[in-house]
């Protein structure tokens, strides 16, 4: 059995915990809860006829008082970034995000999560922003914790891509 | 200094040669003043020099800290010299301004109260929860023996045993992932989510790592916390952490081992370690020197016994099984009382008795007089559905059952009672004749029994004859004084006499019994003897006819004339004599024809 540590890593209010309890417990909560510091989570998965242990770190989002701590990232075997398809400000803010996670953990498998993708209407993303994404790299994929759509695809395809790393 | 006393000594004695010639008088002293007067100053102040002192304090002051180095390197003897010096210079100091040295050492003063006591708070606490724990137990009971018997204070005694841990998990960690790589868990304790607890580890590791030492070169490091009651220690290493879980109070061997098994793991682990990609197989490896971290605790004085829960489960458990086996044992022992009583009974005979697992399998011999078996059970309160009986019948010989089938066959009158003596039957009370001849002519006699004895039994009739007997014998038939003439109300009377006697004879002849009238004439005892008699059966013989006439023809009727030998009583005289002017009745009924003798 393999163990992956996978740090979610975004903007304070994407959705990172509602992502992960929703893929580790099935469940979705309506109801904002600021993440401190970080909480840590497990899933087991098989992919490829291997048994992944993902170690979740569910970290504190980015806000105008407090950046990601580095020192969580360190040992990453994946990062989960997550942005919230509604609020321009958290896809940009990742560029940055991305190039402190870079610079700590170098080049680990990466997923891009859009998340809040039930809100149809107040989605704001558009076709440059996914292009600008994966002219990076980066793989995306839209979520959504309340739906469950995408989810469990995104944290399986980033397990995938560990093991195979 | 000796050596360089021995060099200065021939200095003066040369210049002393100078003045030699002593003799000279005091020109010559001023002469040598004037000569060598300034020269003389200069050497008298070298001598004055040599003698006071070798060291200037300047030079002191420059040569004092090498020298101070160079003799606490080489020995003790500096410090001890120094000792009582310094001693007292700080008692002299405190003494003049105390507040200096409380300001000196106020930053050391509170973490040292604050360990001491910190220790000495944990270690009493971890003591009384022992104690507590252990007073009324067996073993709180074996410490208090051994604080009698060697008169050191039971407390004492209880600090030695009760100062006690466990290490009940150690977790292996990987560095920089937070992974967790192997782990192990004290015996009969379940693990933790380890792999939860290691990351968890890692985040709090790296939290007060940013948070305290953000500045500074040197990275603190989170060696312990506590966690309810239970102490985590960390020991951490370039690749891997070891963390220990521990219940109590560690002692520091605890640390010393983590250390060391940690060394060990990077020593043998170190390709692994630097290749770890999350596949902890090959850190398999070092579950045994994890182990041994458990084992080596284990080893010291603490309690080895089971926990709380273990035990309660323990005598839970012993005593469902105690009483589980103390009401088999008493319900096998019910009925094996009740068995024993029915083995007792009479007409019954248990051949065999086999215990299944809930019924008792039973086949003996059952007298068919005897008392029924299931119901005597029954009656001893046992639950009879959990017996399966097979009888086979068959007759007894005890005396009650002699008995009760020879009440059952014989069917004696409620006047009769049966009681057996060896092999007869022994009838007493009163019966009709006919119940007496049918026990006496018996063909048949209950198994058993082989003689009948009923000298013990009365002859009475049945009742229905006994009230016609009366019927008949309550007449009386009066005379005059002398006469035999039968008036009119005597045979009116007589009529009654021959239906009665007609009636009785009709169901005598029903039930093959036989009647037999006796006519008794009487006389009062005026005349003489021999007149009497003849007046007497003169009447009997009277009477007889008449009735002779009335139908009663082809029985025994005898008239008797008894005079005056057999007189009726009476209480008054007149009367006595007037009563016995009479004839009476006298009816015998004898049971069946082939029966001699008579019965009255």
Redesign the interface.
């Known amino acids: 059995m393999i163990q992956k540590k996978i740090c979610m890593v975004g903007m304070f209010a994407t959705g990172k915990t509602s992502l992960v309890q929703k893929f580790v417990y099935s469940r979705f909560s309506e109801k904002y809860h600021s993440t401190v510091g970080v909480k840590i989570d497990r899933k087991q998965v098989e992919v490829e006829g291997t048994t992944v242990k993902l170690l979740l770190w569910d970290l504190a989002g980015k806000d105008e008082f407090q950046d990601v701590p580095a020192s969580y990232l360190r040992g990453s075997g994946g990062l989960f970034y997550v942005v919230d398809g509604t609020r321009r400000e958290t896809l940009e803010q990742l560029y940055a995000l991305h190039a402190m996670a870079h610079e700590t953990v170098g080049d680990v498998p990466t997923i891009v999560a859009l998340n809040k993708k039930d809100l149809t209407d107040q989605w704001l993303l558009q076709r440059d922003d996914y292009d600008a994404l994966s002219d990076r790299g980066l793989y995306t994929l839209g979520t959504s914790a309340k739906t469950g759509e995408g989810v469990e695809d995104a944290f399986l395809w980033l397990a995938a891509a560990t093991i195979k790393s | 200094m000796p050596e360089e006393g021995g060099k200065g000594d021939p200095l003066p004695e040369e210049l002393d040669t100078v003045p030699d010639v002593k003799q000279d008088p005091s020109e010559l002293t001023e002469l040598r003043r004037l000569l060598v007067g300034q020269e003389r100053r200069r050497l008298e102040e070298l001598e004055r020099r040599l003698d006071e002192l070798s060291l200037t304090p300047e030079e002191l002051a420059d040569k004092l800290p090498d020298a101070v180095a160079l003799r606490t390197a080489r020995d003790k003897q500096l410090a001890r010299s120094l000792a009582p010096t310094l001693q007292d210079a700080f008692s002299e100091s405190v003494r003049h301004n105390p507040q200096n040295i409380a300001h000196a050492i106020f930053p050391i003063l509170g973490p040292a109260i604050r360990k001491a006591i910190g220790e000495t708070m944990a270690g009493i606490v971890n003591t009384i929860n022992r104690a507590i724990e252990h007073s009324l137990s067996l073993r709180g009971l074996k410490w208090r023996i051994e604080a009698w018997r060697t008169g050191v204070p039971f407390a004492q005694i209880v600090v030695k045993h009760a100062l006690v841990y466990r290490v009940e998990q150690v977790l292996l960690i990987?560095?920089?992932?937070?992974?967790?790589l192997a782990e192990v868990t004290a015996e009969g304790l379940t693990a933790q989510?380890a792999?939860?607890i290691s990351?968890?580890m890692t985040?709090i590791r790296?939290?007060v790592?940013?948070s305290f030492d953000s500045g500074s070169e040197e990275k603190g490091d989170l060696r312990t916390f506590e966690v309810g009651e239970r102490t985590v220690l960390v020991e951490q290493g370039p690749e891997a952490h070891i963390a220990a879980v521990v219940s109590g109070q560690p002692p520091g061997s605890v640390l010393e081992q983590l250390q060391a098994t940690l060394e060990t793991i990077h020593l043998h682990f170190t390709v692994p370690l630097t290749n770890f990609?999350?596949?902890?197989?090959p850190f398999e490896q070092t579950r045994p020197l994890l182990q041994e971290c458990l084992q080596t605790v284990v080893a010291t004085d603490r309690p080895t016994g089971l926990g709380l829960a273990p035990r309660i489960a323990w005598v839970a458990a012993i005593l469902v099984v105690v009483v589980l086996a103390s009401l088999a044992f008493r319900s096998a022992q019910r009925w094996r009382a009740a068995l024993d009583v029915l083995e007792d009974e009479p007409g019954i005979v248990l051949i065999e008795l086999e215990r299944g697992w809930r019924t008792w399998h039973l086949s003996g011999l059952l007298d068919p007089a005897a008392a029924e078996p299931m119901s005597l059970l029954a009656r001893m309160g046992l639950d009879t559905t959990r017996l399966e009986a097979r009888w086979k019948p068959y007759v007894s010989f005890e005396p009650s059952l002699i008995l009760a089938r020879a009440n059952r066959m014989l069917d004696p009158p409620a006047s009769v009672a049966l009681a057996l003596g060896g092999d007869t039957l022994y009838a007493a009370g009163s019966a009709t004749p006919e119940w007496i001849a049918g026990l006496v002519r018996s063909s048949s006699l209950p198994p058993g029994v082989i003689a009948v004895d009923v000298s013990g039994l009365t002859e009475i009739l049945p009742p229905e004859l006994a009230e016609l007997k009366d019927d008949v014998e309550q007449h009386r038939i009066q005379f005059a004084i002398g006469s035999v003439a039968l008036d009119a109300t005597a045979r009116a009377i007589l009529d009654d006499v021959a239906n009665a006697f007609q009636r009785l004879r009709d169901v005598a002849e029903e039930r093959n019994y036989e009647a037999a009238l006796n006519i008794v004439g009487r006389t009062d005892t005026t005349g003489s003897n021999e007149t009497n008699r003849l007046l007497s059966q003169q009447r009997a013989d009277g009477v007889r006819s008449i009735l002779a006439g009335r139908g009663i023809q082809g029985v025994a009727m005898n008239a008797f004339g008894v005079g005056t030998s057999d007189p009726l009583s009476s209480t008054s005289a007149i009367d006595q004599a007037r009563i016995n002017r009479s004839v009476s009745f006298l009816v015998r009924v004898t049971f069946g024809t082939d029966r001699g003798g008579t019965q009255e």
Not at chain 2, 174 to 180: F, I, K, M, N, V
Not at chain 2, 277 to 281: I, L, M
């Open positions: 990987h560095a920089e992932t937070g992974l967790l989510d792999d939860l990351s968890m985040a790296d939290f790592q940013d990609d999350g596949d902890a197989t």
